[in-house]
């Protein structure tokens, strides 16, 4: 929108400062889709996640100007862990990387995101417990295709409960920009699973984004997907698959994700 000459120069400040600080709808996309279980590496083992994630149909408008586009977009990065204590794990994701359109571009490329630094503290042998709990602390270093704010991080409270067969776990995430707590970005998500064996599990999961704390987004334009997981354990290989479903539409439509990992000493 033009402003017009006539409007002053403490107007056009102001309007400015308006634009910054009113919330705006982000639908950032993710290279992760996961609920954290408290579960680490043991200690002195190094650990492979390689995270795969498909949006067969998704949102066709950028997040912001220049930002790859949701749908038909592939997303994945190999997350490296090390198990340093019994409660602590040190984890990097590198290379991110996406294969999709970016802005309003009609050709598919395939381009790198940045990369996270993680700091995982949790209960140890969470396994074992009833009750357990956790905090997980990433870093990212943004490419401007993925995120509108190069520097931003994760804050991931785990709180779960083994019941034998099912299990609880709810991640109360919030993510920041650095731009002031009360814009402090609110994406729980949570899972409830049925353990059939020790090596095969069911489950729903959900992940949503709400929004600022301080004012959520409405309802339409918030983002709640649904999914359905399958994990099968083996000796040599871990596999977590699921289908999500958009649930408003501020949400991708449907997607697909893959996770694989497995310890390499």
Not at 20 to 43: G, H, M, N, R
Not at 194 to 211: M, P, R, S, V
């Amino acid at each position: 929108m033009r402003i017009r000459d006539g409007i002053g120069a403490r107007a056009r400040a102001a309007l400015v400062v308006g634009l910054i600080l009113v919330p705006k709808p982000s639908f950032a996309q993710t290279d992760e889709i996961q609920v954290y279980d408290a579960a680490i590496a043991e200690k002195g083992k190094f650990n492979l996640t390689w995270h795969n994630n498909f949006t067969p149909s998704g949102l066709t408008t950028p997040a912001f100007p220049g930002a790859l586009v949701a749908d038909k977009s592939l997303n994945g990065v190999p997350e490296w862990a090390y198990g340093v204590t019994e409660w602590f794990e040190a984890g990097l994701y590198m290379p991110l990387y996406s294969i999709g359109k970016q802005g309003t571009s009609q050709a598919s490329s395939a381009v790198l995101n940045g990369f996270k630094l993680r700091l995982l503290f949790v209960e140890p042998h969470a396994d074992d417990r009833t009750f357990f709990y956790g905090a997980n602390f990433e870093f990212s270093d943004n490419a401007r295709h993925w995120d509108a704010t190069r520097f931003t991080s994760e804050v991931r409270p785990i709180l779960g409960w083994h019941l034998h067969p099912i299990d609880i776990i709810v991640n109360p995430i919030v993510d920041t920009a650095y731009d002031g707590l009360r814009n402090l970005d609110f994406a729980p998500a949570t899972r409830v699973a049925y353990n059939w064996t020790k090596t095969w599990a069911t489950a729903l999961e959900e992940y949503d984004d709400f929004g600022p704390l301080h004012q959520f987004r409405p309802a339409g334009e918030q983002a709640h997907q649904l999914y359905g997981v399958v994990d099968h354990n083996t000796k040599f290989l871990n596999i977590e698959a699921g289908v999500g479903f958009g649930l408003t539409a501020g949400s991708d439509r449907l997607t697909l994700k893959l996770i694989l990992s497995r310890d390499l000493n």
